[in-house]
């Protein structure tokens, strides 16, 4: 099998014998061809609708083909050797996009790769940890990676209701999705590009503790490659006053930073938020009592951004009072003097009591002389009881913002902190194994300073459900996507229970008193389900097993050599050497098979859920047809 890329651009050459000998393509002499625009082999690749979608742009009318990228494509032998060891430690380490093979040169880069994910959030102790597999992709096999999936097991959830079979998909429906986020975030693209008002995740924090297990050289250029692929169609998905909250903490936040200047822009940084997740100090820290997560928040456009304000508290309202009896209500008194010096400014004014008063040296007032006049006839200055003291400006309640406007430092008496969110997540459900989930009332006001009721809020990091489960109370719409298996054991119960009327978290805050419903859908495993199987296994002879059974279900990579897996010959660490499949370790052996699976077939395409193959019933294409509007 090869990819489509490579079928097209084989179709185009094959009509000039001089660059073949037999079936063996002399890609040299073609690159050639095309370094010197060559006529007729410039114009047969143009015309080939696939070539020119991959490698054109089409910029107000003129084609712009980028002949180089082509050649580049020519003379990788990644994308035309016979080997399983394709993709095999290109980690994110290029030069001018060559990659280590082909250059002496090191900078850091980020090539078409992912992670092929088995997990979510940071969670431990849940069964088993979570894996993510590399695997560097090329740009048509990304096309097809990306392409939307079947949506299989579909169910709405209602008060007292499960309704099985759901063939048509309604405009506000809340979306719970299991799958992975990159695959998932571009198969609901075409039905909410630019319609997602707030994002708000809580990645994987790299910390080493979360099981994000890398090649340690190149652990940080991963996780950084993970995240980019998820904001690039994050950003798509945002509308154009929308906005994106990042949880992160100390390890990786000034490289996230970086990172999200890049896919966002710099001038769209909104803040870095500090909250404090613990009320207390760790006295057995090494160095420092890590109290502190942050919260980066970028918009999609800053000039059309603003956070809603937030709610004033009835402390702050107790501070205006009316000793005066003002007309026009309560009201707290300010300073009239600035630092700022301007001798026109600089005047004795005289008090009720008939005293004479001057700013303090250095100083002098904040409006003019006849401005001043005007604010003392309004009765707007306070001279004091006795009528003789300095002059302060009458700041009255009535006239004040309805909020105050947020600070980027979050109290944990203000948003909670983490032993409130673990006891919210436990009182839902028994021994949930979250280590880092977030309270509730964290979420809330993130809610409230980026979203308004009905509108749509996106958490492509689930885990247990906290952003779906405020939404919902909050009255906004809202997408989740979780990969894990535990969305079933925790994330979807707990959400039953919010429509059924729970009263933790927010719940007392807001008046919860329950409703509401969510549908919920999966992505139609194809290699994933082989994935899991693999990963499952406890013995050589569980995989051997599986092994005879992929061999004639399982989408194998094309480049591999089925004849030689199972051979004397194996590449480990780079280094070949001979070794008996029965000799590698068993993680080695999972690690061989989950290699040589097709990672752009770990889910159905839409285009081929007529396959009778693939036995989809007729409500999982019924329901899939009415999701990406195909009726």
Same mark, same amino acid.
């Given at each position: 099998?090869? /990819?489509?890329?490579?079928?097209?651009?084989?179709?185009?050459?094959?009509?000039?014998?001089?660059?073949?000998?037999?079936?063996?393509?002399?890609?040299?002499?073609?690159?050639?061809?095309?370094?010197?625009?060559?006529?007729?082999?410039?114009?047969?690749?143009?015309?080939?609708?696939?070539?020119?979608?991959?490698?054109?742009?089409?910029?107000?009318?003129?084609?712009?083909?980028?002949?180089?990228?082509?050649?580049?494509?020519?003379?990788?032998?990644?994308?035309?050797? $016979?080997?399983? %060891?394709?993709?095999?430690?290109?980690?994110?380490?290029?030069?001018?996009?060559?990659?280590?093979?082909?250059?002496?040169?090191?900078?850091?880069?980020?090539?078409?790769?992912?992670?092929?994910?088995?997990?979510?959030? &940071?969670?431990?102790?849940?069964?088993?940890?979570?894996?993510?597999?590399?695997?560097?992709?090329?740009?048509?096999?990304?096309?097809?990676? &990306?392409?939307?999936?079947?949506?299989?097991?579909?169910?709405?959830?209602?008060?007292?209701?499960?309704?099985?079979?759901?063939?048509?998909?309604?405009?506000?429906?809340?979306?719970?999705?299991?799958?992975?986020?990159?695959?998932?975030?571009?198969?609901?693209?075409?039905?909410?590009?630019?319609?997602?008002?707030?994002?708000?995740?809580?990645?994987?924090?790299?910390?080493?503790?979360?099981?994000?297990? !890398?090649?340690?050289?190149?652990?940080?250029?991963?996780?950084?490659?993970?995240?980019?692929?998820?904001?690039?169609?994050?950003?798509?998905?945002?509308?154009?006053?929308?906005?994106?909250?990042?949880?992160?903490?100390?390890?990786?936040?000034? !490289?996230?930073?970086?990172?999200?200047?890049?896919?966002?822009?710099?001038?769209?940084?909104?803040?870095?938020?500090?909250?404090?997740?613990?009320?207390?100090?760790?006295?057995?820290?090494?160095?420092?009592?890590?109290?502190?997560?942050?919260?980066?928040?970028?918009?999609?456009?800053?000039?059309?951004?603003?956070? $809603?304000?937030?709610?004033?508290?009835?402390?702050?309202?107790?501070?205006?009072?009316?000793?005066?009896?003002?007309?026009?209500?309560?009201?707290?008194?300010?300073?009239?003097?600035?630092? &700022?010096?301007?001798?026109?400014?600089?005047?004795?004014?005289? %008090?009720?009591?008939?005293?004479?008063?001057?700013?303090?040296?250095?100083?002098?007032?904040?409006?003019?002389?006849?401005?001043?006049?005007?604010?003392?006839?309004?009765?707007?200055?306070?001279?004091?009881?006795?009528?003789? $003291?300095?002059?302060?400006?009458?700041?009255?309640?009535?006239?004040?913002?309805?909020?105050? /406007?947020?600070?980027?430092?979050?109290?944990?008496?203000?948003?909670?902190?983490?032993?409130?969110?673990?006891?919210?997540?436990?009182?839902?459900? /028994?021994?949930?194994?979250?280590? /880092?989930?977030?309270?509730?009332?964290?979420?809330?006001?993130?809610?409230?300073?980026?979203?308004?009721?009905?509108?749509?809020?996106?958490?492509?990091?689930?885990?247990?459900?906290?952003?779906?489960?405020?939404?919902?109370?909050?009255?906004?719409?809202?997408?989740?996507?979780?990969?894990?298996?535990?969305?079933?054991?925790?994330?979807?119960?707990?959400?039953?229970?919010?429509?059924?009327?729970?009263?933790?978290?927010?719940?007392?805050?807001?008046?919860?008193?329950?409703?509401?419903?969510?549908?919920?859908?999966?992505?139609?495993?194809?290699?994933?389900?082989?994935?899991?199987?693999?990963?499952?296994?406890?013995?050589?002879?569980?995989?051997?097993?599986?092994?005879?059974?992929?061999?004639?279900?399982?989408?194998?990579?094309?480049?591999?050599?089925?004849?030689?897996?199972?051979?004397?010959?194996?590449?480990?660490?780079?280094?070949?050497?001979?070794?008996?499949?029965?000799?590698?370790?068993?993680?080695?052996?999972?690690?061989?098979?989950?290699?040589?699976?097709?990672?752009?077939?770990?889910?159905?395409?839409?285009?081929?859920?007529?396959?009778?193959?693939?036995?989809?019933?007729?409500?999982?294409?019924?329901?899939?047809?009415?999701?990406?509007?195909?009726?």
């Amino acid at each position: 099998m090869q /990819t489509e890329l490579i079928k097209e651009l084989n179709k185009v050459l094959k009509a000039f014998p001089q660059f073949w000998n037999g079936e063996e393509l002399h890609r040299s002499m073609v690159s050639d061809a095309i370094s010197q625009k060559q006529p007729e082999i410039i114009k047969a690749l143009v015309a080939n609708e696939k070539i020119r979608s991959v490698y054109g742009s089409d910029i107000d009318g003129i084609l712009i083909f980028d002949f180089d990228k082509l050649c580049s494509l020519l003379k990788y032998k990644e994308y035309w050797a $016979n080997s399983f %060891t394709k993709y095999r430690n290109k980690v994110g380490l290029t030069s001018n996009g060559k990659y280590l093979d082909y250059n002496s040169d090191v900078v850091l880069d980020f090539p078409f790769k992912d992670c092929v994910l088995e997990g979510g959030m &940071t969670k431990e102790d849940h069964g088993k940890d979570e894996i993510y597999y590399n695997e560097v992709i090329a740009r048509d096999e990304v096309d097809n990676l &990306t392409s939307p999936k079947v949506l299989t097991n579909i169910i709405k959830h209602s008060n007292n209701e499960i309704c099985e079979n759901v063939v048509n998909f309604e405009e506000n429906n809340n979306m719970i999705i299991k799958g992975n986020n990159l695959i998932a975030l571009h198969s609901i693209k075409k039905r909410y590009s630019g319609k997602v008002k707030l994002i708000y995740i809580d990645p994987p924090y790299n910390t080493g503790s979360d099981s994000f297990k !890398y090649n340690d050289k190149f652990n940080r250029a991963t996780w950084l490659t993970f995240i980019k692929n998820r904001l690039e169609i994050s950003k798509e998905l945002l509308s154009i006053d929308g906005s994106i909250f990042i949880s992160c903490d100390d390890s990786e936040s000034h !490289y996230l930073k970086v990172l999200c200047d890049s896919v966002f822009q710099e001038i769209n940084f909104v803040c870095n938020v500090i909250w404090e997740k613990k009320f207390a100090p760790q006295n057995d820290a090494k160095w420092f009592s890590d109290n502190h997560d942050h919260i980066l928040v970028y918009a999609k456009e800053k000039n059309l951004w603003r956070p $809603n304000l937030l709610p004033r508290s009835a402390e702050m309202d107790a501070r205006y009072k009316n000793i005066d009896n003002d007309p026009r209500g309560p009201w707290q008194s300010d300073n009239m003097t600035v630092k &700022t010096y301007s001798k026109d400014y600089d005047y004795p004014i005289k %008090t009720p009591s008939g005293k004479y008063v001057s700013p303090t040296k250095g100083r002098c007032w904040y409006t003019s002389k006849a401005n001043m006049e005007k604010l003392i006839a309004d009765n707007r200055v306070w001279f004091g009881e006795s009528g003789g $003291n300095v002059p302060r400006i009458k700041r009255f309640l009535s006239e004040v913002k309805d909020g105050m /406007t947020p600070t980027t430092i979050w109290k944990h008496t203000e948003v909670g902190h983490n032993q409130d969110a673990k006891k919210e997540v436990n009182a839902l459900n /028994t021994d949930s194994g979250f280590s /880092t989930p977030k309270p509730e009332k964290l979420i809330q006001r993130i809610l409230h300073l980026g979203s308004n009721e009905g509108d749509l809020v996106l958490d492509f990091h689930l885990g247990s459900g906290t952003t779906a489960a405020v939404a919902h109370k909050m009255g906004r719409r809202y997408i989740g996507i979780e990969q894990m298996d535990y969305i079933n054991e925790i994330t979807v119960p707990r959400l039953q229970k919010v429509i059924e009327g729970e009263q933790g978290g927010i719940s007392k805050d807001v008046n919860w008193q329950g409703g509401g419903s969510f549908v919920y859908a999966e992505l139609m495993e194809l290699n994933a389900y082989f994935v899991h199987e693999i990963q499952k296994a406890q013995s050589n002879e569980e995989l051997e097993k599986l092994f005879a059974v992929m061999k004639t279900e399982a989408h194998l990579n094309y480049q591999v050599a089925l004849e030689n897996v199972l051979s004397a010959e194996y590449e480990v660490d780079g280094i070949f050497r001979k070794v008996a499949f029965s000799e590698l370790e068993l993680h080695e052996q999972k690690q061989l098979l989950i290699e040589i699976l097709d990672k752009n077939q770990l889910y159905v395409n839409v285009s081929d859920m007529d396959d009778s193959d693939l036995n989809i019933s007729e409500s999982d294409k019924a329901f899939t047809r009415s999701f990406y509007g195909m009726e």
